[in-house]
């Protein structure tokens, strides 16, 4: 089970986008997630009519390491870090450390 899943809500800890806030769109193999709206790159695109994407100069997420964002604890109002707890059905769900709120219901 990890700690951040695709449609989390992060904080980005580290790196050029220090502060901001969005949501994980992919996971990627070897620790990486792409996160909506952040860590923007300019990518020059070539045309391809038969797929009907236009050619130019577009913005592109990139991958950051997971180790470079926090989930987000709107009680806490910022990144928070993520532990494990067996609930008493038998359920393993990922809980806030600083105020063991159950993060997934």
């Given at each position: 089970m990890r700690k951040?899943?695709?449609?989390?809500?992060?904080?980005?800890?580290?790196?050029?986008?220090?502060?901001?806030?969005?949501?994980?769109?992919?996971?990627?193999?070897?620790?990486?997630?792409?996160v909506e709206n952040v860590n923007m790159a300019k990518k020059h695109q070539k045309p391809?009519?038969?797929?009907?994407?236009?050619?130019?100069?577009v913005d592109k997420e990139m991958p950051l390491h997971l180790s470079n964002v926090g989930l987000y604890n709107p009680e806490k109002g910022g990144a928070d870090r993520v532990g494990f707890k067996f609930l008493e059905d038998g359920r393993k769900v990922r809980v806030f450390k600083s105020n063991g709120e159950v993060v997934d219901v």
């Amino acid at each position: 089970m990890r700690k951040i899943r695709q449609g989390d809500d992060v904080v980005v800890l580290t790196g050029k986008d220090k502060g901001k806030r969005g949501t994980v769109l992919r996971l990627l193999e070897n620790d990486r997630i792409v996160v909506e709206n952040v860590n923007m790159a300019k990518k020059h695109q070539k045309p391809n009519p038969q797929r009907g994407v236009p050619g130019g100069i577009v913005d592109k997420e990139m991958p950051l390491h997971l180790s470079n964002v926090g989930l987000y604890n709107p009680e806490k109002g910022g990144a928070d870090r993520v532990g494990f707890k067996f609930l008493e059905d038998g359920r393993k769900v990922r809980v806030f450390k600083s105020n063991g709120e159950v993060v997934d219901v």
